[in-house]
């Protein structure tokens, strides 16, 4: 089964700064990654997969096998990026997640 | 579409009553999840279910929890003498087959008093 670890409960930065969010894998096989966000008031959806290798609203997350990680990265942080962000892999059909991180951006 | 719809909104139970939670999949969706939301922590799996099928129901705790989605109608997630620790936020979400995209719905906030 695969499992992430997502180190950080809560992470505060400044408007204009990097963000980068942890999520790390245990798994031996070539594991499928997904990160969802979950914005105030609003329901949890879908922002990255990471085959496909693409950037949604600024965020890019790069699968490193040899680190086991697929963290999420934006260059320059936004307020409206505060939320509730969660990596999570498919265990058995379906997705488990990991324990999220809570993002704000402070002006 | 009007996308996965989940209700009520918000449902408050005194213990030892029932809890009956609805979601209605997407259209065109055949998987159906439930995850819970505990204060402070994480989203937990519950079950994963297809039309009249309990595929997966290992995050279920085993007794006072029941899940089905029939032939026709809702998807429901019934408690039964529910206790304080049942208060949380259940998330319903729905895929089409073989897909982790899923669409979740916004949740029903289940307080026992």
């Known amino acids: 089964a695969q499992r992430v670890t997502q180190p950080e409960k809560l992470l505060s930065v400044f408007k204009g700064a990097p963000v980068e969010l942890k999520c790390n894998y245990s798994?031996?096989?070539?594991?499928?990654l997904f990160w969802y966000v979950q914005y105030s008031r609003q329901r949890l959806q879908l922002l990255l997969r990471h085959i496909s290798r693409e950037s949604i609203k600024g965020f890019t997350a790069d699968l490193n096998k040899g680190e086991t990680s697929f963290h999420l990265k934006k260059p320059f942080a936004q307020e409206e990026d505060s939320a509730m962000y969660y990596c999570a892999p498919p265990n058995d059909y379906k997705l488990s997640f990991g324990a999220g991180t809570t993002v704000t951006v402070r002006a | 579409n009007a996308g996965v719809m989940q209700n009520p909104r918000h449902l408050v139970r005194r213990r030892g009553q029932e809890a009956r939670l609805r979601c209605s999949p997407m259209k065109g969706h055949s998987h159906v999840y439930w995850y819970r939301q505990l204060p402070e922590e994480g989203l937990k799996f519950m079950v994963y279910l297809q039309k009249e099928n309990i595929i997966d129901e290992s995050g279920m705790p085993k007794e006072r929890f029941s899940a089905e989605f029939p032939k026709e109608g809702p998807s429901i997630l019934r408690i039964q003498q529910v206790v304080r620790g049942d208060s949380a936020a259940y998330f319903c979400a729905s895929a089409e087959q073989g897909n982790y995209g899923y669409t979740f719905g916004s949740g029903t906030r289940l307080t026992v008093v």
């Open positions: 798994y031996s096989g070539s594991p499928e």
